[in-house]
């Protein structure tokens, strides 16, 4: 299992599932087809993060591994395994198209029984709407991985930016994913990550449930 910031749980792995297998297929049809016009890539990916993984089809290639290899880990539930910055920018992407789509097409879904298994059900009841910020500020670590170039330039370079490296504060890894600078093998290993009893007790379903009318208040 990927080490979320938060225990995914049962919904939120579906919703990670569904996203990962939608991209990885949508993806290598460009790969199978030999499209240099890369239309599935380029809707996840922008063109800074393909050429960081490689010019044109190569790079499309190393992504689509890239997230196999995601969703069989998260798939493999006795191990935590910890991602790194550049899968999260990856995976960034990803649930940000999937879910912009489902709340697009859950009606549709909701509509026809062939789409059923479509469906991301809390508790029974469809889920009609999925932000995928939001999903992210629950479940992410952070998005350092996405500061602007000019910030992320200046963190780079300046003794400031340096110092806060130095800390712990930002990894010199997530201001490279911000830049988009080529990836290399450093930037691409799934760590494990040592098993947390209170973190696999935590029930990230929770995160779904209705607000509480008093706090709306």
């Not at 080490?3 to 939120?12: D, E, S, Y």
């Not at 579906?14 to 297929?25: G, M, P, R, S, V």
């Not at 196999?68 to 539930?77: D, G, M, P, T």
């Amino acid at each position: 299992m990927l080490r979320f910031q938060t225990n995914p749980g049962i919904v939120f792995s579906k919703i990670f599932e569904n996203a990962l297998t939608i991209a990885i297929d949508e993806v290598q049809l460009d790969i199978d087809d030999g499209d240099e016009d890369l239309n599935f890539a380029r809707a996840y990916f922008e063109e800074e993060i393909i050429k960081a993984f490689g010019e044109g089809i190569q790079g499309v290639k190393l992504i689509n591994n890239e997230l196999k290899k995601l969703l069989k880990a998260h798939l493999e539930k006795d191990v935590l395994y910890m991602p790194s910055d550049w899968h999260f920018k990856i995976l960034d992407r990803v649930l940000r198209v999937y879910c912009d789509c489902y709340t697009e097409s859950v009606e549709e879904y909701l509509e026809d029984p062939k789409y059923a298994s479509l469906v991301v059900r809390y508790k029974d009841k469809p889920i009609t709407e999925l932000n995928a910020g939001d999903l992210m500020d629950c479940f992410f670590w952070d998005s350092d991985y996405d500061f602007d170039p000019v910030t992320a330039m200046s963190m780079k370079s300046s003794e400031i930016g340096k110092a806060i490296a130095d800390r712990n504060d930002v990894s010199i890894a997530a201001i490279n994913a911000s830049l988009c600078l080529p990836v290399d093998s450093s930037d691409l290993k799934l760590e494990k990550y040592h098993t947390e009893k209170d973190w696999l007790s935590e029930d990230g379903d929770a995160f779904f449930d209705p607000p509480d009318p008093d706090e709306l208040e």
